[in-house]
């Protein structure tokens, strides 16, 4: 496998090790982005933009717009847009969460976000992260911080198969009683045991002044490169953060060009996209009209804008599974290193015509790699994602694509090493 592909798998696994949950995937873009001379927007505040800028925005620490002002009037070049998802299905720690069992044991209550993989996430050492609501010392206002729990390494243990012998044909999870994290066996600690003193301790404030938090279960273990030629990775996460890095990467490292370059990273993806900061939400309508207006242009130029503009929607595809070919289309069959992966529904579940699909290729062919397509076998119903939220609210053009991928929304998901550096190369040549 070349050097600079090997590079960039690992640059992904460490830009995920840094993003255990959805509000530090914001936080390390975050930390990228400064270090490339990015400046932040206020969401609140007005914003002042000069033509050639390089900017991003935030909106409740889970979804995050970065963009490249470009230099003709956006009513005519329009914005160049990647969109992906900051999401992953998850389990979330319920309020109230500290459950005992006799005197010594002591489990956390919790309840499932979006659609995981439940029995991938037994027996294996998971750690706790997300956000908490503090109210501020001097201001009194209720701030948020990204909290990674460093005292809890937990773990969901599986019932020995003596006391479940039908295990292996069929495994039913119970969510409610089945995936409760089982955090101690000590009996003090047990006794005395408070998440949110726990919390207060871990930021150094006072447990008074912590409010309430969104905390989920992660994989604690590392991604890994694997297989023969060193061509697969194996990670948590990838959908969709792989699709975040990458247009993350070709964004910082765009020219300035006539048209707006944005990469729109959305919360909520996971759960059908309809929050605040979700793609079923005003947000990027707003980002898109306040640049516009923020370049001294006006609405009709907005509305024009739109008009020029294209949407990739970047969120990953199902490659070939070697165990299961009856599971996937007879003609269309998207292998792993074989390239990103255009997908196409005919009932519009996902965004991608024929002439959407067709410039994507296009820019596979510029960018010299190679392009799949992807459509569900015909008794499978499939997925969506966020394209056709984003297009049904702005009427923008726009394809849906993917790097194939096996293990969806299991705890750690496999992606080709190649199909990553070879997405990178067609964003870039998409922001060119
Ligand atoms: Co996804």
Redesign the pocket.
């Known amino acids: 496998m070349k050097d600079i592909y090997l590079k960039e798998a690992g640059e992904l696994i460490s830009f995920i090790e840094k993003s255990p949950s959805r509000f530090h995937a914001v936080e390390a873009a975050h930390l990228v982005l400064n270090g490339a001379g990015f400046q932040e927007l206020d969401i609140k505040e007005k914003w002042k933009m000069k033509s050639g800028g390089k900017y991003y925005v935030t909106k409740n620490d889970s979804s995050m717009a970065v963009f490249i002002v470009g230099n003709k009037p956006v009513s005519n070049a329009g914005f160049k847009i990647i969109g992906s ?1 900051t999401d992953s299905p998850a389990i979330r720690i319920k309020p109230n969460p500290e459950m005992t069992v006799g005197e010594t044991y002591l489990k956390l209550n919790t309840e499932v976000y979006g659609g995981p993989i439940l029995y991938s996430w037994f027996d294996r050492p998971l750690g706790l992260a997300g956000r908490v609501a503090i109210q501020d010392e001097e201001t009194g206002k209720i701030i948020s911080k990204p909290v990674k729990v460093d005292k809890v390494k937990t773990i969901i243990p599986s019932i020995a198969i003596h006391m479940n012998r039908e295990v292996n044909s069929g495994f039913t999870v119970d969510k409610q009683k089945d995936l409760l994290p089982f955090i101690t066996s000590i009996e003090e600690i047990t006794k005395k045991f408070d998440l949110k003193q726990m919390l207060s301790e871990q930021l150094n404030v006072e447990k008074e002044r912590v409010l309430d938090f969104e905390l989920y279960l992660y994989d604690m273990a590392q991604g890994q490169i694997i297989g023969l030629d060193n061509d697969m990775i194996s990670c948590s996460q990838m ?2 953060l792989a699709m975040v890095y990458a247009s993350l990467k070709a964004l910082i490292e765009a020219p300035v060009g006539e048209s707006t370059k944005i990469a729109m990273f959305f919360d909520n ?2 759960i059908g996209s309809k929050t605040m900061q979700g793609a079923d939400s005003p947000l990027l309508s707003s980002i898109l009209e306040r640049i516009t207006l923020g370049m001294g242009e006006d609405r009709e130029s907005y509305l024009r804008a739109l008009e020029n503009s294209f949407v990739i929607s970047s ?2 595809a199902h490659a070939l599974h070697p165990n299961a070919q009856e599971k996937h289309d007879p003609t269309n069959k998207p292998l792993i290193n074989g390239g990103p992966v255009i997908k196409i529904s005919t009932n519009f579940r996902y965004t991608s015509d024929s002439e959407s699909a067709a410039y994507f290729e296009s820019l596979c062919k510029l960018a010299n790699v190679p392009v799949q397509r992807f459509v569900n076998h015909s008794n499978e119903r499939g997925g969506s ?1 966020i394209a056709p939220i984003t297009a049904g609210r702005l009427g923008i053009p726009s394809v849906d694509i993917g790097n194939p991928m096996l293990s969806m929304h299991s705890i750690k998901e496999l992606c080709g090493v190649m199909d990553h550096h070879y997405l990178i190369k067609v964003f870039q040549e998409f922001y060119k």
């Open positions: 998802h959908d969709d993806e996971e969120d990953m994602t």
